[in-house]
């Protein structure tokens, strides 16, 4: 049976929370076939590819509560509006998800139902515990991206994303930054300002610290590149937290 969502140190010391939305390939059995060919299931359209091993030793270096959506994301996206037509992909890369393109209204709630909502509602749970136990806590969103995308290279090793406030990602990337071999992004590759579902439904208008991160998926590969980006956002938020993250 699939476990949906997975949490890690619900009451970790952490004063934050690092959340997954799109760590999983899980297919549930009840909602049938996507019809894809199985080679989708190693690409970024399926998961954010590695980034589950590094928020498992992330929960471990700093004893941080983590969340991880195990539902691939072609199934249903945790992280769209449900009215976006992306919530349930219709494609990918140009290629029909005949699985997902004949589902009537009811089948498309059964998801919502199954998946989407029993994932908020247990962030919502434990971010309201962790912003309970800890004055100013932090909300980090962690994803992996593909290095090319419709053709085009992107430079950053990873960036940032936000909406309402740049102070946690203006605060993250001045960590990060001290390892000058990393090329960082500021809302890049992805923009924030239009909205980001995850962030913007759990921490819009409370003031509290929040920003996603992207890391480019061809510097998770290998296992030691994933330790190593473990221990260096483990130390990046550990000095954030520590210090207190500047205004």
């Known amino acids: 049976m699939i476990e949906h969502p997975v949490v890690l140190n619900p009451e970790g010391h952490f004063p934050g929370l690092i959340v997954v939305d799109h760590a999983g390939t899980d297919l549930p059995e009840r909602f049938g076939d996507l019809g894809l060919d199985t080679h989708w299931q190693q690409t970024h359209h399926f998961c954010d590819l590695w ?37 349930i992909p219709m494609q990918v890369d140009g290629i029909p998800v005949a699985g997902n393109i004949a589902m009537s209204e009811t089948e498309r709630q059964a998801r919502r139902d199954a998946i989407f909502w029993p994932y908020h509602r247990r962030l919502t749970d434990l971010w309201t515990g962790i912003a309970d136990r800890h004055s100013d806590p932090v909300f980090l969103a962690l994803h992996s991206c593909t290095r090319v995308f419709d053709g085009r290279h992107r430079p950053w090793d990873c960036g940032t994303i936000w909406n309402e406030s740049p102070r946690f ?26 909205g980001i579902y995850t962030i913007d439904r759990h921490t819009h208008g409370t003031g509290h610290l929040a920003c996603g991160l992207e890391i480019s998926n061809d510097l998770l590969e290998k296992s030691d590149d994933r330790a190593a980006w473990s221990d260096r956002l483990g ?13």
């Open 51 to 87: 980034i589950d091993d590094v928020a498992h030793r992330l929960a471990e270096v700093l004893d941080a509560p983590v969340i991880l959506g195990t539902v691939s994301r072609l199934v249903i996206d945790l992280n769209r509006w449900l009215e976006d037509p992306r919530s």
């Open 169 to 194: 990602s203006d605060a993250l990337l001045r960590q990060l930054g001290r390892e000058s071999d990393l090329i960082l992004g500021d809302n890049q590759p992805y923009s924030g300002r239009n």
């Open 235 to 247: 130390s990046a938020l550990s000095a954030l937290v520590g210090e207190g993250v500047a205004p």
